[in-house]
C-alpha cells in the first residue's frame, strides 16, 4: 500500500512539473507589446503603441523604417498563418501535415500559381515604392523569424524556419484570388446535369442571368467524369487549413442622406471563418503618409483601410474568370493536342512535391494553350479526355502588388479607379468614400466577351477555335458608378445591369441581401454611424418570407397531426427575423434541406448533391425553381409510373422537416430556438486534434443571423438539422467622415494569432453580440491607452 501511495505521489509530482514546466515556457512565447528591441535597416527609433485590443499604431520616420516594423510586429502576431498561407500556392502543406495534404499540394503545385508569381516578380520595378516597400516588409519577417519566438504550431508540427521572400507574398495573393472563384465549383456541374438530363432541366437555374433581378446600377464528354471536377475542388476550398473568400456586403452612404452632411462607409467582406482570423488590423503614420488598414497574413499593402482622408474595401464580384477546355489528344501521341492550326505540343514541366514521414511526390503538369491539364492534378478527375483550366489570374500580367499599393496610397478618387484597373484578376467590387463626400462602386478584373453560340456555364471545347474565342472589354466599360445621383453606392455580390447590351456572366448570389439593403438605404435621409452600425448586423430576410407565403399555400394541410399544423402557424407568422430565440428559422431552414433533397437528389445522385449544396447555384435556384409548377425537378425519378408534382413536394417536405425536429429537439416548439440549431466554432488547424481543440479553437457560440440576410452567418445545409457556420463577416466597418476618429470596427475573434497573447479571443464575445470597438486614428488617444514597444536601429 506504502509503495502504491508512492507511485501515486511521484506521478502526480511528475504531471505537476510538466504542467509547470508547459505553462512556464507557454509564457515565454507571448508576443511582446513593450520595451524596446533593436532592429536592423530603419534609419531612425521607430515607435509602436499597441492598444488595449493589440492593435499596432506604427509611428515612423519613413514608409520604410514603418514597413519594416510592421512586418516584425505582424510576424510576431500572425507567423504561423504566414507560414500556412505562403505553402498553399507551391504545394508544400505535405512538409508539415504529410499524406492528408497531398491532394491539396498536387492541384495547388499544378495551376501555375507559383510559377506565375515568378514571372511577376521579374517584371516588377526593382525601383518602384511599391517593390522597396514590399521588400522592407518582408525584411521585418524574416527579422522576427530570425530573433524572435518561435510559434508553439511550429514545435507541434516540426517546422523549419525559412527565409520568407516575395514569391510567398505573390502566392499568397495568388491563393486569395483563386479562392474568389466560383466556376470551377460549378461549371462542371451544369455540364453534367446538361449531359445526363438535357437542357430543359437548366431553365429553372437562370444561367441565362434571368435570376439577376436586383442588380447593381451603373453610372456615367461523360458527365459524371466533369462533376468529378466540381466535387474534388470543392472537397479541397473545404478541407484546407486557410480560409477561402465566400462574398461580402458593402455600401457608401452620400452626404445627401446622412445626418452630418459626411460621407459613411461600410464594409463587411464574407470569408470562411478560422483561427486566427483573417485580418491583422495595423496603423501606419508617417510624416507623409497615414493608414490604419487590413492585412492578410504575409502581405505588405492593406485589402481595406481608411484614413482622414478616404476609406476603401471590397466585395466579391463573382464574374466569371475561370474556363475549363475539353482538349483532344494526338490518337498517335499524347503529348500533343488538337488546335484549328493543327496538333501542337503540350507544354511541360515538373513539380517534387515533399511529404512529411513519406516519399516525395513527382508530379509532371502538362498544359495547353487554354492552361494546365486537371488530369493528374485532381485523382478523382478518372477520364481519359484531357481538361485544361484557362484562368485569368494566370493568363493576363500580374500587377496585383502594384495595384493593392496603389489602393492604399491613392491622393484622389481618379487615383484609385485608375489603380483598379491593374487587377486582372480576381473580380471585385471595391467601394469608395472620401472626406471630400465622393462616393463610388467600381468593379475589378479583365472581362472578356465569349462567341454569342457559347454558354461559358459549361466545360468548353478547346480544339474547333471557337469556344476560346475571348473578346477583351477595355476597363473603361466595367460596371461602376461614382456620384450617382440616388447617393449611395453598395455591393452584395448581385448581378451588374447590362453595360452596352452585354449581361456580364458569373457566378452572383440571390437578391436577399441587395434587396434588404437597398430596402433600407432608399427611403432613410437622416443616417448616421448608429444607424448603421444596427443595419450591418441585420438578421431579417424578407425573400424568406415571400417564399414561406408562396409555399404554405402550395401544401395539402388537410390531414396534419396536431405538431404538424402549431409548427405551420409558427411558420405564417414568422417575420423573416434570424435571432437567437427565434423558432421560425428553424423549422424553414429545415423545411428547405428537405425540399432541397426531395427536389434534386434524386437526379444528381449523393456526390453530386453535395457539391451543389456548396454552389452559389444551389441558392439562386430555389425561388425560381418553387414557383414553377411544371419544372421537371418535381419528379421523382426513383418511382415507377408517377409524375410527382410541387404540392407533393413540398407537402412531403414538411412533413419530414417536422418530423426531425421533433425528434431532435422535442415536442414543445418554443424550444426550437435559433440558438440550438445555429453555431459558431472559429477552428483552427490544431484544433481538429480533440486533446487542443480548447486550447486553440475559439467557441462554440449560439449565432444569430443565417444564410444570405445582412449578417451572412453562412451554414451548409445537410441531413444532421445542425447548422455549423462556416463563414460570415470577417470584419465589420463603419466609417463616419463627420467624425472619422470614432469610427468603428470588430473582428470575429482577435487580433493575434498566439494562443497565448490577451488579443487571441478577446473580439469573439463582442463580435457575436454585434458590438463594435474604435479604430482609433488620434495619436494622444492612443498614447494614453496603449503600452510602447520601441524599435532602436541596429549598427
Request: a neutral charge.
Amino acid at each position: 500500500m506504502k509503495t502504491l501511495k508512492k507511485v501515486f505521489l511521484i506521478l502526480i509530482s511528475l504531471v505537476v512539473l510538466l504542467s509547470v514546466t508547459l505553462y512556464v515556457y507557454l509564457q515565454t512565447t507571448k508576443p511582446k507589446y513593450e520595451g524596446e528591441i533593436s532592429l536592423k535597416n530603419i534609419e531612425k527609433e521607430t515607435t509602436v503603441f499597441f492598444d488595449d485590443f493589440g492593435i499596432p499604431h506604427i509611428y515612423a520616420a519613413t514608409q520604410k523604417d514603418a514597413m519594416v516594423a510592421l512586418g516584425y510586429v505582424h510576424a510576431q502576431d500572425r507567423l504561423w498563418q504566414m507560414e500556412l498561407l505562403r505553402r498553399i500556392a507551391p504545394g508544400r502543406l505535405s512538409e508539415l501535415f504529410g499524406t492528408k495534404a497531398l491532394k491539396n499540394d498536387q492541384f495547388f503545385a499544378g495551376i501555375g500559381i507559383d510559377e506565375n508569381s515568378e514571372k511577376a516578380i521579374s517584371q516588377l520595378d526593382k525601383n518602384s515604392e511599391t517593390y522597396i516597400l514590399a521588400m522592407a516588409y518582408v525584411d521585418g519577417i524574416n527579422q522576427y523569424m530570425h530573433e524572435g519566438k518561435t510559434p508553439i504550431e511550429f514545435q507541434l508540427l516540426g517546422v523549419k524556419i525559412e527565409k520568407f521572400t516575395l514569391k510567398d507574398v505573390y502566392n499568397i495573393f495568388g491563393y486569395m484570388s483563386f479562392s474568389f472563384a466560383m466556376a470551377q465549383k460549378t461549371d462542371p456541374l451544369l455540364t453534367d446535369i446538361r449531359d445526363k438530363f438535357g437542357m430543359e432541366y437548366l431553365k429553372d437555374f437562370g444561367i441565362d442571368g434571368s435570376f439577376g433581378t436586383t442588380q447593381l446600377k451603373s453610372y456615367k464528354g461523360k458527365s459524371n467524369d466533369y462533376a468529378e471536377i466540381s466535387k474534388s475542388i470543392t472537397r479541397l476550398l473545404d478541407n484546407s487549413p486557410i480560409p477561402s473568400f465566400i462574398g461580402s456586403n458593402s455600401w457608401v452612404i452620400g452626404a445627401q442622406k446622412t445626418k452630418n452632411g459626411k460621407v459613411i462607409f461600410a464594409n463587411d467582406p464574407h470569408i470562411m471563418f478560422s483561427q486566427p482570423c483573417t485580418w491583422y488590423e495595423a496603423h501606419i503614420a508617417t510624416p507623409d503618409y497615414e493608414m490604419y488598414g487590413y492585412y492578410l497574413a504575409g502581405t505588405p499593402f492593406p485589402l481595406l483601410g481608411h484614413n482622414h482622408n478616404y476609406a476603401y474595401g471590397l466585395t466579391m464580384f463573382e464574374n466569371d474568370d475561370l474556363d475549363l477546355f475539353q482538349e483532344e489528344e494526338n490518337p498517335a501521341n499524347s503529348n500533343q493536342y488538337k488546335t484549328v492550326d493543327g496538333y501542337k505540343n503540350y507544354s511541360l514541366r515538373k513539380k517534387i512535391i515533399k511529404v512529411k514521414d513519406s516519399a516525395s511526390v513527382t508530379l509532371n503538369i502538362k498544359e495547353s494553350v487554354h492552361g494546365p491539364i486537371m488530369n493528374g492534378l485532381l485523382n478523382t478527375l478518372t477520364t481519359k479526355k484531357p481538361v485544361a483550366m484557362y484562368w485569368i489570374y494566370t493568363q493576363q500580367k500580374n500587377q496585383i502588388l502594384e495595384a493593392v499599393h496603389a489602393l492604399s496610397h491613392s491622393e484622389k478618387l481618379d487615383d484609385f479607379h485608375e489603380a483598379i484597373s491593374l487587377i486582372a484578376a480576381p473580380g471585385l467590387n471595391i467601394m469608395y468614400g472620401d472626406a471630400k463626400n465622393n462616393i463610388a462602386w467600381i468593379t475589378s478584373g479583365k472581362l472578356y466577351k465569349l462567341d454569342k453560340s457559347i454558354n461559358g456555364n459549361f466545360i468548353m471545347n478547346g480544339a474547333n477555335g471557337i469556344d476560346d474565342k475571348k473578346e477583351f472589354i477595355d476597363f473603361s466599360k466595367n460596371p461602376y458608378a461614382i456620384n450617382p445621383n440616388w447617393n449611395y453606392v453598395y455591393s452584395a455580390n448581385n448581378q451588374p445591369e447590362p453595360i452596352d447590351g452585354y449581361l456580364y456572366p458569373g457566378y452572383y448570389l440571390p437578391k436577399d441581401r441587395a434587396q434588404r439593403i437597398a430596402g433600407l438605404l432608399k427611403p432613410k435621409n437622416n443616417w448616421n454611424s448608429a444607424d448603421v452600425q444596427n443595419f450591418i448586423i441585420d438578421n431579417t430576410s424578407s425573400t424568406s418570407v415571400l417564399l414561406v407565403t408562396n409555399w404554405t399555400k402550395s401544401v395539402e394541410n388537410n390531414h396534419w397531426n396536431t405538431n404538424e399544423k402549431e409548427a405551420f402557424e409558427i411558420l405564417k407568422k414568422w417575420s423573416g427575423s434570424n435571432n437567437l430565440k427565434d423558432v421560425g428559422p428553424t423549422i424553414y431552414n429545415k423545411w428547405i434541406s428537405c425540399y432541397l433533397k426531395n427536389t434534386f437528389q434524386d437526379e444528381l445522385g449523393d456526390e453530386n448533391f453535395k457539391a451543389f449544396l456548396v454552389t452559389h447555384i444551389m441558392k439562386q435556384v430555389i425561388e425560381g425553381q418553387s414557383n414553377n409548377e411544371n419544372s421537371l425537378w418535381w419528379d421523382n425519378t426513383a418511382t415507377k409510373n408517377k409524375r410527382e408534382t410541387k404540392k407533393e413536394i413540398l407537402t412531403q417536405s414538411f412533413k419530414e422537416a417536422i418530423t426531425y425536429l421533433t425528434k431532435q429537439l422535442g415536442p414543445v416548439k418554443t424550444k426550437w430556438t435559433w440558438s440550438k440549431v445555429h453555431t459558431l466554432e472559429h477552428q483552427h488547424p490544431m484544433g481538429k486534434i480533440a486533446a487542443l481543440r480548447a486550447f486553440f479553437n475559439v467557441g462554440p457560440f449560439e449565432a444569430s443571423g443565417s444564410n444570405e440576410v445582412i449578417n451572412n452567418m453562412m451554414f451548409f445545409y445537410n441531413e444532421t438539422g445542425i447548422y455549423e457556420v462556416k463563414a460570415g463577416p470577417s470584419t465589420r466597418r463603419v466609417i463616419d467622415f463627420s467624425d472619422v476618429e470614432n469610427s468603428v470596427s470588430i473582428l470575429p475573434t482577435g487580433q493575434s494569432g498566439n494562443p497565448m497573447s490577451a488579443h487571441y479571443s478577446d473580439q469573439a464575445t463582442m463580435y457575436n453580440k454585434g458590438q463594435f470597438r474604435k479604430m482609433k486614428l488620434n495619436k494622444k488617444e492612443i498614447m494614453a491607452t496603449s503600452t510602447k514597444l520601441v524599435f532602436k536601429p541596429k549598427n
